[in-house]
């Protein structure tokens, strides 16, 4: 059964807790690898690409990591963070254009089912299928 | 020389300069971005020089890696991996710090930030200052004139390619949300672009 871990990125650190209170809570009780990197280190909004890879280093357990973002800088310091790793981790790791919100609750519950990398990046790419078929 | 004491006076010259501007760099990315360039870059800079200060590098391509490494994680916003992989890639081709090394050095930082931005001539963003001022930079180097004249060159092409910013619609970034809009302002990036050429122009010489 693969640990896949996962990072959120994000410009706000609420906006990450909440994002991932909200995912764990689709699984109450069940360990998802899940690690932040979000906002500047004196509590404004910001991200900081050195963090980013220090989190996905700690996410990963030798099972890949699928890395989440909200927009902008978030990005590009996510593609930054990617070359301060060693190549053996950098292959391991998964950025994920998914929406954030959406995409981390599909990757968690599939993450905590023991789905390889992959298929956790695939199941937060379709993160937004249940609210467009709804809404049509 | 760009030597190791000629680009710690470079840095120091571009933070000065940030801080100097840093309400005119917040002020145009209010118009057309989120306001926070000015203070993004100061905070940056500010570490940056702290960071030389606290542990002198011992070579040229070591003070370009630890302005970068501080620029990655010290700005915030996009300029920080942007500006970050400008002296990162600066960093490992800056060789004896000669002209045509600096100049080959900038020439592999702009190609950096080109990757890393994925932006293109013409979208209003930094590059717009950053590719002239590379061409420039490069012409004068190879038509044998001193590396503090080769900068001045540089940093008249880069304010050149910032006000050829004014009328351009933005492609890239928070700007390119307000399409039709952002035409009319000039882009920050590119402004603090032009203290950063200006900046090594005052400070860096040599043949």
Redesign the interface.
């Known amino acids: 059964m693969a640990q896949v871990g996962l990072v959120v990125i994000s410009?706000s650190r609420p906006l990450a807790e909440a994002a991932v209170t909200l995912a764990r809570q689709m699984l109450p009780g069940v360990e998802v690898a899940i690690e932040v990197a979000a906002g500047?280190?004196?509590g404004?909004?910001?991200?900081?690409?050195?963090?980013v890879s220090a989190a996905i280093t700690a996410a990963d357990s030798g099972d890949g990591v699928v890395v989440l973002m909200d927009l902008?800088?978030a990005v590009?310091?996510a593609?930054?963070a990617l070359?301060?790793l060693d190549d053996e981790v950098r292959e391991r790791v998964v950025l994920s254009p998914a929406p954030l919100v959406e995409g981390l609750i599909g990757a968690v519950v599939v993450a905590s089912g023991g789905a390889d990398r992959d298929r956790v990046a695939a199941e937060a790419l379709r993160g937004l299928a249940p609210k467009q078929a709804h809404l049509g | 020389m760009a030597d190791t004491a000629g680009l710690t006076a470079w840095v120091q010259e571009f933070a000065r300069a940030v801080h100097e501007h840093r309400d005119e760099l917040t002020e145009l990315d209010s118009a057309i971005g989120d306001a926070d360039h000015g203070s993004n870059m100061d905070r940056g800079m500010t570490a940056a020089v702290a960071a030389l200060d606290a542990t002198p590098p011992a070579d040229p391509a070591a003070l370009l890696k630890t302005v970068a490494m501080t620029m990655i994680s010290k700005v915030g916003g996009t300029s920080g991996p942007l500006y970050g992989t400008l002296f990162l890639r600066m960093s490992g081709a800056i060789g004896d710090g000669s002209p045509a090394a600096f100049a080959a050095a900038f020439r592999a930082g702009v190609e950096g930030v080109v990757a890393r931005g994925k932006a293109e001539l013409g979208d209003k963003t930094m590059l717009d200052a950053l590719l002239p001022a590379a061409d420039a930079l490069d012409a004068a180097v190879a038509a044998g004139r001193p590396l503090d004249a080769a900068l001045e060159a540089a940093a008249a092409a880069a304010r050149e390619g910032r006000d050829a910013t004014v009328p351009l619609q933005a492609r890239k970034g928070r700007a390119s949300y307000l399409g039709e809009r952002s035409v009319g302002h000039q882009d920050p990036g590119a402004t603090s672009t032009v203290l950063l050429l200006e900046a090594a122009a005052t400070t860096l010489s040599g043949s």
């Open positions: 410009h500047t280190d004196d404004g909004l910001g991200t900081d690409a050195v963090a902008g800088s590009m310091s593609e930054t070359e301060l």
